[in-house]
T-cell receptor, first 112, second 116 residues
């Protein structure tokens, strides 16, 4: 069956460092992969979408990679700030008008 | 409003009662999704509406759950004979589908359901 794996353990890093979050998927051939941020008590907010033919995508301090051979996406936040503390969710997306399914998310805590 | 609106934001009910949760998507968005999120857990897909196509109901956990979308806009999620395990935050999202890309999802703030 299709499976999306994100590290369930919280990631704790110091302010200013680069945070790297991992999303692995199995039995999937996604054409796109989306990343979302969720703050406690709030709905998720879209951050980035990367296509299968894009190896890397950047937006300000965010960088996403997509390796379809390894079936993995990495999400990087450079120069992290305490305000980046949140849960980050990945969502591999197949082609076609299908529902989006999400990984369980990784909680990031940036210490000042 | 400009975003996805959900109501009620909080609902406390007694076991066995029926509840209705409402979602008002962003105007013009053809796709609408319902997810459930239990405390500390990830998003569990429930149901997906896309235009006039038959909804994808594959995520509904039991026949006590149903949803409809009227006029391609507002959606109502109904839970009949609620159980304590139904307690969760129910999140609605909408998106503007473009070609084969589902597009980014815009989420509401959720309806927190507590079944006593």
């Amino acid at each position: 069956s299709q499976k999306i794996e994100q590290n369930s353990e919280a990631l704790n890093i110091q302010e200013g460092k680069t945070a790297t979050l991992t999303c692995n998927y199995t039995n999937y051939s996604p054409a796109y992969l989306q990343w979302y941020r969720q703050d406690p008590g709030r709905g998720p907010v879209f951050l980035l979408l990367i296509r299968e033919n894009e190896k890397e995508k950047r937006k300000e301090r965010l960088k996403v990679t997509f390796d379809t051979t390894l079936k993995q996406s990495l999400f990087h936040i450079t120069a992290s700030q305490p305000a980046d503390s949140a849960t980050y969710l990945c969502a591999p997306q197949r082609t076609g008008r299908r529902a989006l399914t999400f990984g369980s998310g990784t909680r990031l805590q940036v210490q000042p | 409003g400009a975003g996805v609106s959900q109501s009620p934001s909080n609902k406390v009910t007694e076991k066995g009662k029926d509840v209705e949760l409402r979602c008002d998507p962003i105007s013009g968005h053809t796709a609408l999704y319902w997810y459930r999120q239990s405390l500390g857990q990830g998003l569990e897909f429930l149901i997906y509406f896309q235009g006039n196509s038959a909804p994808d109901k594959s995520g509904l956990p039991s026949d006590r759950f149903s949803a409809e979308r009227t006029g391609g806009s507002v959606s109502t999620l109904t839970i009949q004979r609620t159980q304590q395990e139904d307690s969760a935050v129910y999140l609605c999202a909408s998106s503007q589908v473009s070609g084969q890309n589902t597009g980014e999802l815009f989420f509401g703030e959720g309806s927190r359901l507590t079944v006593l």
